[in-house]
């Protein structure tokens, strides 16, 4: 039997949104009802990050430690660190070294008496503004300029989804999402329609099944081994 020998089915937001609407009971029948499937899907994106991580919209990223500047930008669409060190010497396989610098809250942050104090960064706040996220270590960072740091702060981040975008654009999701946002998508259109109101509670329920399903692969696979700890009786 031959096989297609293809592995990339993909899904443009159009397609997305006919499929949920005949899903939810009824077709995509003007430009209308393709609006207010996008404005559907981007809530239900929203809601997803919400639930927690989402692997596909982890990436990392690398900012220069300036001497005597404490405060500095992430991209605007992050959402939260999830990891963070802080490395000296780097690009020689002799010297670097990833160092760690413990996250505060900024109760703890606003209670450190000098503010100015100069060194290693051993500690970091993170500002989760909606527009303008930023970090703020302490100490403030002893020397190193822009183009010539001696620490660089690394970080794992979790950013946004993107937006629906127009209706030739794909999702920005992993493959794996697709059938819980097509099922999340159909249960969302089916709450605007009073006609649709009857089959709200199946369609939640293929909703969150389809999405735990693809939130259980969505998983880190590395071993978790704990160590029991060792009392010592006198």
Known sequence: MTTSGTYDFNMEFTEVAEEAWERAGREM?????????RR???LLTIEWQNR?????TIDSGTINLIQGTATYELPADT????????RTGAGSYSTQSDLSISRISVSTYSSIPNKLTQGRPIQVYIDRARDNPTFTVWPVPNQ?????????FIYWRMRRIQDAGSGVQTPDMNFRFFPALVAGLAYYIAQKDPELAPRIPML????????????GEDREKAAVRFVPR???LR
């Open 29 to 37: 029948r003007s430009g209308y009802d393709l609006r207010t499937a």
């Open 40 to 42: 559907s899907m981007n």
């Open 52 to 56: 927690g991580i989402n692997m596909w």
């Open 79 to 86: 959402i939260d660190l999830l990891e963070h060190v802080i």
């Open 144 to 152: 190193g300029t822009l183009l010539s740091p001696y620490y660089q």
């Open 204 to 215: 939640q329920a293929e909703y969150e099944r389809q999405f735990d399903l693809a939130a």
């Open 230 to 232: 060792t009392i010592m």
